[in-house]
């Protein structure tokens, strides 16, 4: 992996603003084309088959939490736990997630795992491909994204059953609105029926016992970009079951912090896996994380005896996990993350958000890469 220095094409905004990329230049700069990641095709094969890999492992770690019933170790609101034991058991549709990696150029090791409610997916899917074809088009790119979720929705076109498939997030985020009518697309090139909704205009009918549109059309599945742990809390939490959710809600297992020890106690020394545990256990050099937060916050980095970076937020009340720390490298204090996309069960291609801190937060930049 080599990062390289660059000349951002030619009026790039307006190509960006034409693909529908309108948060390119949130908290100052987002989209970053002034450098890019170069990766040799053995990284890449290495990333694609640690992803595979890795999802097999989470699988397993679900359910081995179902199985022993370890709910509480989550902090999961006990209304839910019905509908994740459903949608496992049913096997309801499941169509993407973001494994967090960092890269030193030999070793590869898991941070944490957005299974739930990943963005950056616009991005990583579209946006960096049609840089790649104006920066070089001979060259290639890991991204199979596009493709991975059009042929994911079509093969849940029987499941639909020719039903409206909801597309739903919440108001006044151009970035999750952005992201969601993205894979609402995908889903209606794929031919299925869709409609968008914000989760405001959601409502629920205890009569019948089912959710509905703003015009009173049953809504049976409904995708959202909105975390479990505020779906569950809402007023009509106790009524989740009503529909199919999508991502399942299995998933906010794998979204919550939690699952970290847990992957490391089944899978432990794993070459992709950091040690974990619930507790401190005398580490020297660690990750202090909230089993429940977003954009870095609220994190501590741990070096010896002193806390060497570290976040603020309103995330940490449910516990915190002990995470071993692993050094990004540096070019000019650029931090990378490699987020490694899994599209219907498969490794699908991969976009690299770069900080200017040890802790990726949301003044993170997005960098596009090449093979």
């Not at 081995?64 to 034991?85: A, G, R, S, T």
């Not at 990943?118 to 990583?124: F, V």
């Not at 049609?130 to 596009?146: E, G």
Request: charged share 25%; net charge negative; glycine share 6%.
């Amino acid at each position: 992996m080599q990062r390289i220095s660059i000349q951002p094409r030619s009026g790039y905004i307006n190509k960006l603003e034409e693909l529908s990329f309108k948060f390119h230049s949130l908290n100052n700069i987002y989209w970053d084309e002034s450098a890019a990641y170069q990766f040799s095709m053995e990284e890449v094969l290495n990333i694609e088959k640690a992803t595979n890999e890795m999802y097999e492992m989470c699988l397993k770690a679900v359910q081995h939490v179902i199985d022993n019933k370890l709910y509480e170790k989550f902090h999961i609101n006990p209304n839910m736990i019905p509908l994740i034991e459903r949608s496992w058991n049913e096997e309801e549709p499941c169509v993407y997630g973001r494994f967090d990696f960092g890269y030193d150029g030999k070793n590869l090791k898991l941070f944490e795992f957005n299974a739930d409610t990943p963005t950056s997916l616009y991005e990583a899917a579209v946006v960096q491909w049609y840089w790649l074809q104006d920066y070089n088009k001979n060259a290639d790119q890991f991204n199979s994204i596009h493709e991975k979720l059009k042929a994911y929705w079509e093969s849940c076109k029987e499941y639909f059953n020719g039903d409206i498939v909801y597309f739903s997030c919440i108001e006044d985020s151009i970035e999750d609105f952005t992201t969601t009518e993205y894979l609402r697309d995908t889903a209606h090139q794929a031919g299925l029926n869709t409609k968008f909704i914000y989760i405001s205009d959601i409502g629920h009918d205890e009569q019948t016992n089912t959710f509905v549109d703003l015009e009173d059309n049953d809504i049976k599945y409904i995708f959202k970009l909105y975390p479990y742990e505020w779906l569950s809390n809402e007023e009509f939490g106790e009524f989740l079951s009503d529909a199919v959710w999508i991502e399942p809600a299995w998933k906010s297992i794998l979204s919550n912090k939690a699952i970290l020890p847990i992957l490391w106690k089944l899978f432990p020394n794993h070459p992709n896996l950091l040690e974990c545990y619930f507790k401190q256990k005398g580490m020297i050099n660690y990750v202090k994380k909230p089993i429940y937060s977003r954009e870095g916050a609220n994190i501590e980095i741990h070096r010896g005896t002193e806390i060497i970076a570290q976040t603020d937020g309103e995330y940490g009340e449910e516990g915190f996990i002990y995470q071993e720390f692993f050094s990004l490298p540096s070019n000019d204090r650029n931090y990378p993350i490699i987020g490694s996309w899994i599209i219907g069960g498969e490794s699908a291609g991969m976009g690299i958000r770069e900080s200017r801190s040890l802790i990726t937060d949301n003044l993170s930049r997005f960098i596009p890469h090449l093979i």
